[in-house]
Each structure stands twice: as structure tokens, then as C-alpha cells.
């Protein structure tokens, strides 16, 4: 089998990942591409491609005669256009649930820097502040207790359902808004407006989608408590961006951390990188913990393993 790692520079941090798994099915070759590179060159002859973030759309498939399988090694997969895949016989396979540990660590991980201010109060810290304070302390910004507060939780994949096991060891209420039956993990279905209405945290956890796309808007935001903030360390768009900015700066909610943005890296400018308060970014990191960029590279060698013995699994199309 030909195998093309179209991105493989995404998985690995100064050689800390080890790409054996994969490089023992068969023609392995990994490749540092963009999306600007001509990805019908690099891709000519494989029979199998493999992409993290590289987009694989109807004209790559029409020149890509030998094609039979896309790993998408994540994920979500809104890269690949499974359904014109799905008209050439191409299976389309992910990587679910790989990154619940990394993805709920570095939710918290912000919402304890906004209601920990740890952001602020460092860098008042390293300016000298402290020590020209009059007292011990520099109590200078607000911070907040979790215990006791209501997290609502968009999307009850198993991320949201290790972030809701997390905030419950820190004595939150936790209300959940998902399409499907949440009672067989021992909640209740909340709607859309009872989360907005009612929680003082709001953590998204859906794949980005026709119907997921805006989800949170200049209308959703407005639901909010002038004191919430909200997360999304899912996908970049599922908030309306220019909405958030107005929300942040108008006072309508009190603070926000994204881990990602529409344009990935954000080339063409974002409101979000503007003058926007209380808000924290992150560079599509959430997911990268060694341990489950290994998992990620593990898994996507047992699914070609499992194509290829004619027993597909994770097939998204």
C-alpha cells in the first residue's frame, strides 16, 4: 500500500513521536505541506492519504485515480467532502475521541486562568507591581470560586463528558445541551436556552457543521449572564467571532478563551486578535499533548490495518 502522511509535521515536537506504527504497513511517506502546495503532486500514486488539516476536496479526488482510503488523523473531519468521497467508493475514517484528556485539560486550563486571573496578575508580577505594593498581597483583579457555579456544557461527546467529570470534582452544577439521550451517562437534557440562561461557565464541544456553524451568536450571547464566560476549544466558526468581540468589549458577558479561530493561522487578520477584553487565545493547542499525538499516530495505523484486512472501522461516510 502507498501511504501519504500529507502534514506529518503537525504530530511531532523535536522527534517526540514515534511514526513506526505507521511506517511498518506498507510505501510510507510523510510529507510538511500546506494547503498552498500543490497537494495533487505529493499525493499522486497513493492509495492511502493521510491528513490532519490538509483539505481534501472534489478536484484532489478526481485527480487522485488510486485513492481508496482518507485518514483524517483527528477528530473532526469538515476538511475532506465526505460526500463526494462517499461517490468514488472512498471511505473516510477518523480519530474519535483521542484527545478527551488533552482538549478537557486545557478547557480548565482556561477557565481557571479568567477566574484565576493568573494571566493579569503575572505579568503585573514580572512588571514590578508587587513589590510597590503597600501590603503582602496586590489585590488588584476579581477571582472566582468554581465550586458551586454552573458549567453548560454545548455537546456531550466524550470531551465534554471528561469536562463535566472534571468540573464535578470541583463542586460545579453541570447542565448539558446535546441532540441525542445525555440520561445514559446520568444527566438530564437541558435546551440550548436553559444552558445560556443559567450557566456561569459555558464550555463548547461540538464539531463545526452546517448546523453547528454561528451556533453562538449576538442572540445567544445576549442569553448569557453579564458574568459568564465562555470556552471553545472545539472549532473555530461555531462562535460568530465579531459577535464574541462585541459581547467581550460591551460588558454583555465577562470573558472568553478560544483555543481556535475561522482561519487557521489567522492570515487574513481576526477580530479576535484586536483590542478585546478579557479574552485569552490559544494557537489550536488543546489537542497536542504528547500522549495523545502518540494515540493519534496509533490509532490511525490500526485503522489502515483494519481497512486493509477488509474490517473498516470509524468510517464517517
Not at 93 to 102: E, G, H, I, L, T
Not at 138 to 147: F, R, S, V
Not at 284 to 298: C, F, K, T
Request: a neutral charge.
Amino acid at each position: 500500500m502507498k501511504i501519504k502522511f500529507l502534514d506529518s509535521h503537525t504530530m511531532s515536537l523535536n522527534g517526540d513521536i514515534d511514526f513506526s506504527s505507521l511506517e511498518k504497513l506498507g510505501d510510507y511517506t510523510g510529507y510538511s505541506i500546506t494547503n498552498d502546495d500543490n497537494i495533487i503532486g505529493f499525493s499522486q500514486s497513493a492509495e492511502i492519504i493521510i491528513t490532519n488539516k490538509i483539505m481534501i476536496d472534489n478536484n484532489i479526488m478526481d485527480n487522485l485515480p488510486m485513492l481508496k482510503l482518507i485518514c483524517v488523523i483527528a477528530t473532526g473531519y469538515n476538511i475532506v467532502d465526505t460526500k463526494a468521497a462517499k461517490k468514488r467508493n472512498i471511505l473516510v475514517v477518523n480519530v474519535p475521541q483521542y484527545a478527551k484528556y488533552s482538549v478537557s485539560q486545557h478547557t480548565f486550563a482556561l477557565i481557571l486562568s479568567l477566574t484565576s486571573n493568573v494571566c493579569y496578575y503575572n505579568k503585573e508580577v514580572k512588571e514590578g507591581k508587587w513589590e510597590k505594593s503597600s501590603s503582602f498581597t496586590l489585590l488588584k483583579y476579581p477571582t472566582i470560586e468554581l465550586a458551586n457555579k454552573t458549567i453548560g456544557i454545548i455537546g456531550f461527546g466524550a470531551i465534554g463528558r471528561e469536562t463535566a467529570r472534571i468540573a464535578k470534582s470541583f463542586n460545579m452544577d453541570v447542565l448539558v445541551y446535546d441532540k441525542s439521550d445525555v440520561s445514559v451517562h446520568g444527566y438530564d437534557n437541558s435546551t440550548l436556552d436553559e444552558v445560556l440562561l443559567k450557566s456561569n461557565i459555558i464550555s463548547i464541544h461540538v464539531p463545526l457543521t452546517l448546523e453547528t456553524e454561528n451556533l453562538i451568536s449576538r442572540k445567544e450571547l445576549k442569553k448569557m449572564k453579564n458574568t459568564a464566560i465562555i470556552i471553545n476549544t472545539s472549532r473555530g466558526g461555531i462562535v460568530n467571532e465579531d459577535d464574541l468581540v462585541w459581547a467581550l468589549n460591551s460588558g454583555e458577558i465577562s470573558g472568553a478563551g478560544s483555543d481556535v479561530l475561522t482561519e487557521e493561522p489567522p492570515k487574513s487578520g481576526n477580530p479576535l486578535l484586536g483590542d478585546v477584553k478579557n479574552l485569552i487565545l490559544t494557537p489550536h493547542v488543546a489537542w497536542s499533548s504528547r500522549e495523545a499525538r502518540q494515540r493519534l499516530i496509533n490509532v490511525t495505523a490500526e485503522n489502515i490495518k483494519c481497512f486493509s484486512e477488509g474490517n473498516p472501522k470509524n468510517i464517517v461516510n
